[in-house]
């Protein structure tokens, strides 16, 4: 099943938008809404991994990462690269 996408208005600087369509006019992109789109999918992904990282801080801080010490380090070994 196809997703269905939604049209929304932005707001740019008049350089974004140069630099924008300049990568589109060189064929790094197909489209100024296909680099927004993965623009905005890599800033929410660099988000939750930003959120990730301060919980991981917070629980460190707290003491349980002495517990867990053994766990952290298979986590990291089995971590995607």
């Known amino acids: 099943m196809p997703q269905v996408k939604r049209k929304t208005v932005f707001t740019a600087e008049p350089m974004q938008i140069e630099r924008i369509?300049?990568?589109?006019?060189?064929?790094?992109?197909?489209?100024?809404?296909?680099?927004?789109?993965?623009?905005?999918?890599?800033?929410?992904?660099?988000?939750?991994?930003?959120?990730l990282a301060e919980q991981v801080a917070r629980y460190c801080q707290d003491g349980h990462a002495v517990e867990d010490d053994g766990f952290i380090a298979e986590q990291a070994q089995e971590a995607p690269q």
């Open 21 to 51: 369509q300049e990568l589109v006019r060189r064929g790094s992109y197909r489209t100024a809404s296909e680099f927004l789109r993965q623009a905005i999918d890599e800033k929410l992904a660099r988000l939750r991994r930003d959120r």
